[in-house]
């Protein structure tokens, strides 16, 4: 039995070599399976489950090469299906994937969180304990004992970014410099670090939304079912978890079951993970010493500084005087024959919604009477020059505070006299566009 207190399973981990002492849930850091074969991917330690059909197991998931499949578990019975089927009627061995289970079928493989009527799978509980709830219902002081966490000291975040080819240990906020994400695959085009959603109708996702081909639609989540609408389908009745409809073929009486809703009453703002249920903007008022609050703006903070200092000129920061639309850019220098704007793009503003983005620009177009805008995005953060990746000037300290890493002062300061050169630049020359975009430090640029 495994050594750890209590625990009856058998043992299958200990450092390599050692006879095994630990099943898989206590394990210590740095033991491997010692009992099962391991995949043949040079340095891999996980079990194989992969190879041609009709073959003994070679690869892992992670390292199978194409036209391997999983030939260990059975799979949905969906004709041509290769998921791991979890779904079935109540009581029933599990038969169907999440994808293709019937109305009524459950989760009979997965404990379901105990609070009453919902099937959720638990991840949540008091340090130590094993899972019972799920994450909307998880009581105070309890976190997440079901995944492996951020080796940072007091982080709970699950792991996601280590060295290429090394299993996660670092989360996305305390990554160390080099540190990529390990956990989420990324589109194929070269260079692009985004997650990929698109492919050809039935295929895996490849590519994300800026590189897709023709004829590629979003495979990643569900569409609409309104003839020929290939939108995301977000909304359905209350109760549902399956959305049916996007926004602009909804029926009376649905509502966004996939996006949450802020739990401040009377707001019906989306929200993020990051802000526990509250939207950004009743996160920032209702917990102000929280370390993301103490973060926030940091780093526009600090640029709007720089610029203001040296260029006293009449900036405006975060308002458009007399605008309607409530748009507000990070700094706005009024020529009178055309605007300057600088925008502070954190991580290149890659989860932003491109179409969200330009609508912005337009009405921030409009509040400005649709005079020409110069638009100079500056990024503060990762990005790649050359095919190499240039780390961000920008790190969290073990107080949760947001700074300028040490190693990164002199690079920082390169960055601010490029964006000072640009707005020299502007502050003489006129552009022949209705809006100009400049990108400063992004991929590729």
């Known amino acids: 039995m495994c050594i750890h207190p209590d625990c009856k399973k058998r043992p299958s981990h200990n450092k390599e070599g050692e006879r095994p002492i630990y099943c898989a849930t206590h394990r210590q850091d740095g033991m491997v399976n010692v009992v099962k074969k391991r995949c043949i991917h040079k340095g891999c330690k996980t079990c194989p489950s992969h190879n041609k059909e009709g073959e003994r197991p070679i690869y892992c998931s992670v390292h199978r090469l194409d036209g391997m499949v999983n030939v260990v578990s059975k799979t949905c019975i969906h004709p041509g299906c290769r998921t791991l089927p979890i779904y079935n009627v109540e009581g029933e061995r599990p038969i169907y994937c999440k994808e293709h289970k019937k109305v009524d079928m459950v989760d009979v493989i997965n404990k379901s969180c105990i609070h009453m009527g919902c099937k959720k799978q638990p991840q949540f509980n008091i340090e130590g304990k094993k899972a019972i709830y799920c994450k909307e219902h998880k009581k105070e002081q309890m976190i997440d004992v079901s995944h492996p966490r951020c080796i940072h000291k007091d982080c709970k975040k699950r792991p996601s970014h280590n060295k290429e080819g090394e299993r996660p240990i670092y989360c996305s906020v305390h ?73 602009s073929h909804k029926l009376d009486g649905m509502t966004d079951i996939i996006n949450k809703i802020c ?51 009449p900036w405006i920061t975060d308002k458009i005087t007399g605008g309607c ?71 969290v300290g073990q107080k949760g505070i947001c700074a300028v890493k040490k190693s990164k002062k002199t690079e920082w300061k390169h960055r601010l006299h490029a964006l000072g050169e640009t707005i020299e630049y502007w502050l003489t020359h006129r552009t022949d566009k209705t809006v100009e975009i400049i990108q400063l430090f992004y991929d590729s640029i």
């Open 325 to 395: 639309s409530r748009r507000r850019p990070d700094l706005l220098l009024d020529l009178m024959d055309q605007v300057l704007i600088v925008e502070v793009d954190e991580n290149q503003h890659v989860d932003y919604d491109c179409s969200c983005e330009n609508k912005r620009i337009m009405e921030l177009s409009q509040d400005l009477a649709h005079r020409p805008i110069v638009f100079i995005r500056f990024n503060p953060d990762e990005y790649e020059k050359d095919g190499k990746k240039v780390t961000s000037c920008w790190g």
């Open 175 to 247: 990554r160390l410099d080099g540190m990529v994400n390990v956990v989420t695959k990324k589109c194929i085009h070269k260079g692009c670090n985004k997650i990929p959603t698109f492919n050809l109708e039935g295929g895996k996702a490849l590519y994300c939304k800026e590189h897709k081909n023709v004829n590629m639609v979003d495979v990643s989540h569900d569409r609409c079912i309104y003839t020929d609408c290939n939108k995301r389908a977000n909304f359905n009745m209350e109760g549902e978890t399956k959305g049916i409809y996007c926004s």
């Open 263 to 313: 739990k401040t009453h009377l707001c019906s703002t989306s929200v993020r993970e990051k802000y526990e249920g509250y939207c950004f903007y009743c996160y920032m008022h209702l917990f102000p010493d929280k370390p993301v609050t103490r973060n926030y703006k940091t780093k526009e903070y600090s640029v709007v500084e720089y610029v203001k200092t040296n260029y006293s000129h």
